[in-house]
């Protein structure tokens, strides 16, 4: 049978094509933009026909009827990080939260501890092989289509065809749907006078030849902005946005002296512009991996001078980090910070930077703290930790004594809190 055949076979409106979910069953859906719109919008339509379905993702972009506290027993959200659209239903308890590390994610489906039943994903048009390119989101999308009893495409010509291991032949698909929508877009975050010092001083220790992981945010991103006259750097990250597009288009990016994987960018999900999403079309200098060989600590970390730029909420003296809550209240999640920052740790010459405003709340409360909140998560532990930037300096803090963190930490914390957290400094008896 022809794969044209096969393709036309296949073939159905969204709302048929939900029919491949059972009740009970868990929904593996990819991180952000590779989150397919029209079947996600059938499945609110049809929500209530569904009891005890889950649907597990990181990162959801729309809104979707499905998010509703009064239908949550036919459809229930669970998150593997939550976005601004999940993360009131994880905080006022109607939809679920999955504590893990973003590496460890394809595992955990991989040996069933996590449940994949069914994935529904985004997917570029197929090739003349039979084949479709889940660029948007490969991350843990691939391990949960091995597991999968059934997996369902919403084709859509403006998905790019990616290199790398993001592809699954029409043989694999037990159904399909079309769409033609424009892909969700995301800009590059606001830079203010805070990002923009932060930036500076990480930029400034950010060598020639040296391959980076950046995170989203504005932090990020001002480092990024500050990167354009640097020569030979590489990527191998978890996202790729616009930020790492610009470097590429300034000619700072070339890959040529990374040790893994040279002359080629990695990463495993893309979130940006419509822009970014044609640069990765069939571009030989761009592979789409699963988040389990991009965040691998120890293949990450073969890169010689890997520098990792993430940013968290809070941090104590000890240098535990609060990325993911606010208190016990989610916020987003684990991701892959600790994946990176281990990663960097490894590299011979690599650096982890965690980045925080020293202040929050219009300069009223200290991100720098003592201990951290009650209830925090923490993300990136006090043996983990190395380098901790605010718009006042930079604090190197692995290797260091409890005592040194101490006084590093304040050393760059908003000078209106230094006295009193030296006070509670005194207080512990670490200072």
Not at 75 to 97: L, T
Not at 324 to 349: C, H, I, K, M, W
Request: charged share 20%; proline share 6%.
């Amino acid at each position: 049978m022809s794969i044209q055949t096969l393709y036309q076979q296949k073939r159905m409106s969204a709302a048929e094509a939900i029919g491949a979910v059972m009740n009970g069953d868990t929904i593996v859906v990819p991180t952000a933009v590779g989150e397919p719109p029209a079947l996600l919008a059938a499945l609110s339509e049809a929500r209530r026909e569904f009891l005890n379905v889950q649907v597990s993702q990181i990162l959801p972009m729309r809104k979707f009827a499905y998010f509703d506290p009064e239908t949550a027993a036919h459809v229930r959200h669970a998150s593997y990080f939550f976005s601004g659209v999940s993360r009131p239903g994880g905080q006022e308890g109607w939809s679920d939260f999955v504590p893990a590390y973003f590496s460890e994610l394809p595992d955990l489906i991989g040996r069933r501890l996590t449940p994949a039943n069914v994935v529904l994903s985004l997917a570029s048009p197929m090739d003349e092989h039979g084949f479709f390119s889940l660029s948007l989101g490969v991350d843990y999308t691939m391990a949960a289509i091995a597991q999968a009893r059934a997996v369902v495409l919403e084709v859509n010509p403006n998905v790019p065809f990616a290199n790398g291991h993001c592809h699954i032949h029409i043989s694999q698909v037990t159904a399909l749907t079309e769409s033609t929508d424009a892909l969700l877009e995301v800009g590059l975050p606001k830079i203010g006078p805070v990002q923009e010092a932060i930036g500076k001083y990480v930029a400034d220790m950010i060598p020639d030849g040296a391959t980076l992981q950046i995170g989203y945010g504005g932090i990020p991103d001002a480092v990024v902005m500050q990167l354009t006259h640097k020569l030979d750097l590489g990527v191998h990250t978890e996202m790729i946005g616009d930020g790492i597009m610009t470097l590429v288009e300034a000619g700072a990016v070339t890959n040529r002296k990374k040790n893994y994987l040279p002359g080629k960018m990695v990463a495993t999900f893309a979130l940006g512009s419509k822009k970014l999403y044609d640069f990765l079309h069939r571009n030989p200098a761009v592979e789409m991996h699963p988040v389990n060989f991009t965040n691998d600590p120890y293949l990450a970390g073969q890169n010689d001078k890997l520098h990792a730029i993430n940013a968290t909420l809070q941090i104590d003296f000890l240098g535990q980090c609060g990325s993911e809550s606010l208190g016990s209240a989610p916020y987003s999640g684990t991701g892959g910070q600790t994946d990176f920052v281990r990663a960097a740790n490894r590299s011979n010459g690599g650096k982890a930077f965690i980045v925080l405003p020293s202040t929050a709340k219009n300069d009223t409360i200290s991100r720098i703290v003592p201990v951290l909140s009650p209830g925090t998560h923490v993300s990136t532990s006090k043996n983990d930790i190395n380098y901790v930037v605010t718009e006042f300096g930079v604090a190197q803090l692995r290797g260091k004594s409890a005592r040194q963190r101490c006084e590093a930490l304040i050393a760059i914390a908003h000078p209106n809190f230094r006295s009193e957290l030296r006070d509670a400094a005194r207080k512990i008896k670490l200072l």
